[in-house]
């Protein structure tokens, strides 16, 4: 499949990597419509880094993929979608575990009922490594067990599963893609980079992190975008999940040592009150991409400390979109 001239929808493309990802598609040369969050009054989130020209040549439509007719709107005319639309704050998921369930899986229901009816040529899924909960081997690979250590991972476990039975039973065009820990600019210090970043740039002597001894695989936000676009061209693809990452861990520990190291900040503590539950915490998470490089010929295309460098440049320069001073979950 050609993307060039495509008909594109993009749920979440007012988030993080949502926004990065429209970005891209305007490049290659999409009609891109964006599904974002309806409020009373609409925010363009992460759009607004985004060039006016880029602004200008795609479609906002406000809804929810909470309700179906929302989604069946959103969806009239398109070919391709790339659903990132989901909650994802961890720690909040412990609070409100029933948001995610409407958000991550009704919502996943609607785009695929929708994309049933609509029928879309493409949907590019989007997972997430904490899927697997803590590492029973590693690498991990895409046969790993699924283990919902967190009520957000077991909203996504259920999306995914989701995800996999419409492929089939009704042989739906669909991708999954599964990626692990993502950074960059633009992401918010809901995050760990950015919230020890911030910390930094703000002048903390000693910036707080949770539990220093979980390790993670951070992959770059544009990678992981790369990842997204050769997910939805491959006809190899289709009805599999594909991990995103790496292939190498950082404790958080190591991880805030690196980062003070590149900005100044003395060193680190950890703070209780942002330690999660001992049985939810993911131990390690370490991704084998082979099957992203067999069928996609993906491979990860930023180093860490470069990724860290252009995060740190992006948090430098918007201070009013962070907040040191405060845990958010």
Known sequence: MNLAGKRV???GGTGFVGSHLVERLVETGCQVRVLGNYKSQPSPGNLSFVSDEVRDSIETVWGDVCDRDSVMHVTDGIEV???LAALI???YSYIAPDAYVRTNITGTLNLLQAARSRGVERIVHTSTSEVYGSAQYVPIDETHPLVGQSPYSASKIGADKLVESFARSFELPVVTVRPFNVFGPRQSDRAIIPTIIAQCLAGKDVVKIGDSTPKRDFTFVSATVNGFQ???VSEK???????LGSGQSISMG??????CALTGCSGWESEASRVRPAGSEVSELLCDASLAGDLLGWSPSCSLEDGLRQTIEF??????????????V
């Open 254 to 259: 190591d991880l805030a040592d690196r980062i």
């Open 230 to 232: 050769l997910a939805a």
């Open 9 to 11: 929808l993009v749920t």
């Open 81 to 83: 979608i790339f659903h």
């Open 89 to 91: 704050g961890i720690p």
């Open 315 to 328: 948090v430098g320069e918007h201070p009013r979109h962070f907040q040191p001073d405060q845990y958010r």
């Open 237 to 243: 693809a289709i009805g599999r999940t594909i991990n």
